[in-house]
């Protein structure tokens, strides 16, 4: 079964936010070290596209948690799936996301996060849909695009698991399916 998916950001659009965002990052974190916690699977390709262009020094560690059954809609129940692997007490943080949606999962993430005692917590996420927010005490550092409220895929975002590779943000014809 194929989706029908209609260009919403295509690739240059979305490269050229990565860059202004890491070039916004690494004013902000000048002299320091980031240590980015990737949100797989999702933040997986922003992840890798934004440390590339950051000029301060970086650290990567991946994080798996899952908000969503197959589906499209939120479960309200977060699961880690896989944790970090290093210690990140004493690190400045920046959570790399796909997309904040309810906000249900940075909300617990972070949460979860600022109990380990890093020196700071900030989230950079590559697309947010502010209109789909449940949890309204989620602070979002960066965001490379505001988007309205339609199911999107593409650069790690998913629907069943597909469209991850591709290279540009598309939107699911949900009524569309051949
Ligand atoms: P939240 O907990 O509702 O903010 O959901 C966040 C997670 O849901 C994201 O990290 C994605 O994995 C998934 N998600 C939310 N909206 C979309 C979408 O439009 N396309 C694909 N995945 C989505
Ligand atoms: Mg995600």
Do not use: W
């Amino acid at each position: 079964m194929a989706e029908k998916i209609r260009i919403l950001l295509d690739e240059k659009e979305v490269a050229q936010t990565i860059e202004r965002l890491a070039d916004r990052i690494s004013r902000d974190y000048e002299g320091k070290e980031i240590h980015l916690v990737c949100v797989l699977k999702g933040g997986v390709f922003f992840t890798c596209e934004l440390a590339k262009r950051i000029h301060v020094p970086v650290t990567m560690d991946f994080m798996s948690v899952s908000s969503y059954g197959s589906g499209t809609s939120s479960s309200g129940v977060v699961k880690i799936i896989k944790d970090l692997d290093e210690s990140i007490a004493g690190r400045e943080v920046l959570i790399v996301e796909d997309i904040i949606d309810s906000g249900r999962t940075l909300s617990y993430l972070i949460q979860l996060l600022r109990q380990r005692n890093p020196a700071s917590v900030r989230l950079c996420t590559m697309l947010d849909k502010p209109e789909r927010r449940v949890v309204e005490d989620v602070v979002v550092d960066y965001v490379g695009f505001h988007i309205p409220d339609e199911f999107v895929v593409g650069y790690g975002l998913d629907y069943n698991q597909k469209y991850r590779n591709l290279p540009y943000i598309g939107v699911v014809d949900l009524n569309g399916e051949e």
